[in-house]
């Protein structure tokens, strides 16, 4: 199974301050067939289902904040939120769809300070 | 827009058996690979199955397999999940899932999910 692990388990940053969620797979997450990087992002606010943010490692989702991205190739990603908003506060997951059983990170939460 | 509506959660003893199910509405369902995901309380995720568009081919999660069933009725846009043999750490939210494009991939659309409860 491919472990996903990410750091840190919470962060506490300012409004208006880049916050920065890092996330390794045990394996590779490039398939170097069509050269594409099977690693997701979520957002889950309380009380509600995840929200996908990212897929493909550094697409962003339609609708989603450009100050949300991804970057990161192989094993080593990264979720940045460029300016921090009150409504970003959340529960952040990385998520590879690489192999089954596709497996989440254990999660980020994300608070204002 | 693209809905997916759970049903069937509640508390059930272990040992015990429920039937989760899922309508889907705004897209062609017969299309896409369908999945469910759960989140025990205060837990992460966890990928539980999927089922091809055809349901010729099936994945289960090693924690569920031999107990849980899943299986779609594409002319009732609808998804199940047969869950048997139920246990504690079954209990969780459970969500149904379709990724941004018909294979599995990411989960692009989540239901609201359906708590199950597995207790004496």
């Known amino acids: 199974d491919i472990v996903m692990t990410q750091s840190p388990d919470s962060l506490a940053a300012s409004l208006g301050e880049r916050a920065t969620i890092n996330c390794k797979s045990s394996q590779s997450l490039l398939y170097s067939s069509n050269n594409k990087t099977y690693l997701g992002w979520y957002q889950q606010k309380p009380g ?5 943010l990212i897929y493909w490692a550094s697409t962003r989702e339609s609708g989603v904040p450009d100050r949300f991205s991804g970057s990161g ?15 970003d506060v959340a529960i952040y997951y990385c998520q590879q769809y690489f192999s089954t059983p596709y497996t989440f990170g254990q999660g980020t939460k994300l608070e204002i300070k | 827009q693209v809905q997916l509506v759970e049903s069937g959660g509640g508390l059930v003893k272990p040992g015990g058996s429920l039937r989760l199910s899922c309508t889907a509405s705004g897209f062609t369902f017969s299309d896409f690979y369908m999945s469910w995901i759960r989140q025990a309380p205060g837990e992460g995720l966890d990928w539980v199955s999927y089922i091809n568009s055809t349901g010729n081919i099936i994945y289960y ?4 397999k031999g107990r849980f069933t899943i299986s779609r009725d594409n002319a009732k846009n609808s998804l199940y999940l047969q869950m ?10 459970y969500y149904c899932v379709r990724a941004f494009g018909p294979g599995v991939g990411a989960a692009r659309y989540w239901g609201q999910g359906t708590l199950v409860t597995v207790s004496s």
């Open chain 1, 48 to 52: 509600q289902p995840p929200k996908l």
């Open chain 1, 73 to 87: 190739s192989g094993t080593d990603f990264t979720l940045t939120i460029s300016s921090l908003q009150a409504e």
């Open chain 2, 61 to 64: 999660a090693d924690s569920v």
């Open chain 2, 84 to 93: 048997n043999s139920l246990r504690a750490e079954d209990t969780a939210v």
